[in-house]
Nanobody, 129 residues
Framework: QVQLVDSGGGLVQAGGSLRLSCAAS????????IGWFRQVPRMDREFVGA???????????GYADSVKGRFTISRDNAKNTVYLQMNSLKLEDMAVYYC???????????????????WGQGTQVTVSS
């Protein structure tokens, strides 16, 4: 069993930055893919990015086109924590952000929420103009 606690949401002006954290406990952290999703009311959860296990902090990550170049996912294996650094935030980035985890398959980064077994409780990101 894996427990995920995501945090770090808040209010930020457009163009600003925010860093979300996802702290994991349970299964061996470095066997997990950690994904980030976001959701706005009345919409499905949208894939933001994901990071596969590894020693490199950021190298094995994939991102949605809408956030590529602005968002960066990194991991600190010593702290069992994955971070989502969000820069140049836009109004359309406003959502509840969730981290999710699933054991690494060894092949590809899953981009669909059904592929993930464990979820955090979500943290609200509000972007003001």
């Amino acid at each position: 069993q894996v427990q995920l606690v995501d945090s770090g949401g808040g209010l930020v002006q457009a163009g600003g930055s925010l860093r979300l954290s996802c702290a994991a406990s349970g299964l061996t952290f470095n066997t997990l893919v950690i994904g980030w999703f976001r959701q706005v009311p009345r919409m499905d959860r949208e894939f933001v990015g994901a990071l596969r296990p590894g020693d490199s902090r950021t190298y094995y990550a994939g991102y949605a086109d809408s956030v590529k170049g602005r968002f960066t996912i990194s991991r600190d294996n010593a702290k069992n924590t994955v971070y989502l650094q969000m820069n140049s935030l836009k109004l359309e980035d406003m959502a509840v952000y969730y981290c999710a985890a699933t054991p690494w398959s060894g092949s590809y980064l899953p981009q669909f929420e059904m592929a993930y077994d464990y979820w955090g409780q979500g943290t609200q990101v509000t972007v003001s103009s």
